[in-house]
């Protein structure tokens, strides 16, 4: 498994500007090729930090991070064209339409243009937005701009999709969708670096499951072997996530 | 070459899309433009064909009182009430008709100005050649004094003139006065009677006319101060949908997609800023074809273009750069869309009233004259003043747009190392 590791993370800690804590604490991790890693945690635990450096949007203060053994400070510019990223915000303009949107970030990767708009088409009718896809975003429903947002990210086929709470505040029907193709997205290969609050969802998804805290790294395992070695007092990953982060509230 | 087509492409929908945007950088300056222009034309109007009501007593019904009556009439700024031979109280009610505000001014000529004059003439004559007058000077020669009342709102520039106007006068009285009489003297001296007639028409006179460096042309009109002045105004005032296009890509989380893209930020702001440059080119293009050929409509002077259109371009393209640099850097360095707003608008406000585009810079004091040139307005009126007033060469029009392409150059490269060295 070890000549497997895409993402490797060596004593990350980063402290913002304006922080006392440490937002990460020399965190240590290995993600491996295939996988669909859960990143979980309560409110500022740390894992939009985490996917921020790894997607070199802020430096780390220490330590060292890698994807596919390229520096990801230094060496970004190799890590671009393998990564997808879909962000807790939606991030796409709301002036344009799905079509106008996706085109745009699609032209980013110079896919072909005849191949871009056979992807878009695809990709649209999948996620069953291909009827509205020349209506404006603003105007669209919560569940119907995440779905948007999850096909700008892996339009241009990434090998490793970063996802941060993809599918945070819409219905159970979109939800689904989503995550349906996020597990065929997996089975063709492409490894998923996912954070979330929603534990359920966690659980039923991920091959491995990391649990942080005030940027540490309190255990890493797939759901059943944490369950199992947290036995005594939990019945699912729920359990063993209070168990490990306390039941006090976070801001 | 396709990412930048693509970001430009996209700019394009975003910006036909913005209603608002695109009413607060077309609508907005051409209201203005035509409003000030035709208010400014109106007023000057209005302070040019108002005459000032003025009531003159002519009690001397001799020379001195018809030309103060004629050139008091005459001039154009006044409106002439003549009481001819006044008693005491028309004389009275004259001083309270001015008190009262229905006249600004009154003039009394007293009895007896002229011969006043003419005494004293002679008395000098006297002096100067007795044997030929041989007459008793004896209190001939005491001055007369012609009485001026003002309505106390009276500005003092205003009685200044009238007062050298009246000295005018009477002194053309009392130089044909002199004449006459030593022509007469110089006639009894040569032993003939020629009658040589004093020569009405003046000696000098004078031509006037506004000089540029490269000929003659009319008085500039508001219109030929207004039009630039507003496109550069509305070319600044690009910043806030600039700056606010900036934001809400950075807080929409599209910039940061962008940057795990293979894209440079370069690409991403040079799309925005070709978008936006051509859009001054359009504010540019349009005010003009305003003042062109809409503002006459209103009876006023339409705008006269120079002849170096090339110039008028460059100067255009070096504002309108200008202009979306300090977009950039507003929205590089706010925090949010209200700040970029408010900083916008308020320092595009504090650059246009320094600049000179409400208040030409001619009528400033020569101390905000200096502080003027503080603002980048300032240098693209300036060098608009070169084309449109001065109808300049190339040469002329160059350092204004140097500075302003060098502002420019240096609100990049502030955006660029605030970005750089921003920390988080």
Redesign the interface.
Known sequence: MENNVLIEINNLSKTYLKGRDPALDKLNLDIYNGEIFGLLGPNGAGKTTTISILCNLIKSTEGSCSIKGFDVHKEFRFVKPFIGVVSQDIALYQLLTPYENLVYFGSMFDLPKKELKERIDYFLEKMGLYKVKNEKIKHFSGGMKRRVNLIAGILHDPRLVFLDEPTVGIDVQSRMVILDYLNELNKEGVTLLYSSHMLDEAEKLCTRIAIIDYGKLLTVGTPEELITEYNSNCKNLEDVFLHLTGRHVRD | M??LL??I??EY??LI??FEGLALMFVMPLVLVFVITILQEKTYQTINETRVPVVLIDNDMDSVGTAFTHGVKSNGFFEVTVIQNADSAEMAKARDDVASGKYQMGIIVPEGTTKSIRNRVVALVQEQVPAMMNVDTTGLKKSVQVDLFFDPITKDSFRSIIKSNLREFSSKIETRIVFITYSRIIDAMMNQSTYLQYPEEAVIEFDESYICEFGQQDAPSSVQHNVPAWTLFAMFFICIPLAGNIIK?RY???L????????SYLTVTFSKLLMFLVVTMMQAAVIVMVGIWVIPLADVQPLQLGSNIAGFVFMTVSAGLAATGYGIMIGTIAKSYMQASTFGAVSTVILAALGGVWIPLYVMSPAMRQISQLSPMNWGIQGYYEYFLRDAAFVNIFPYAFKLLLFFVVCLLVAYFYKKYQ??
């Not at chain 2, 940061?256 to 894209?263: A, G």
């Open positions: 396709r990412k693509a970001s492409q996209k929908r975003i899309r913005d890509e929409d989380g599209c940061d997609r962008l940057k795990t893209m293979p894209v920390k988080v």
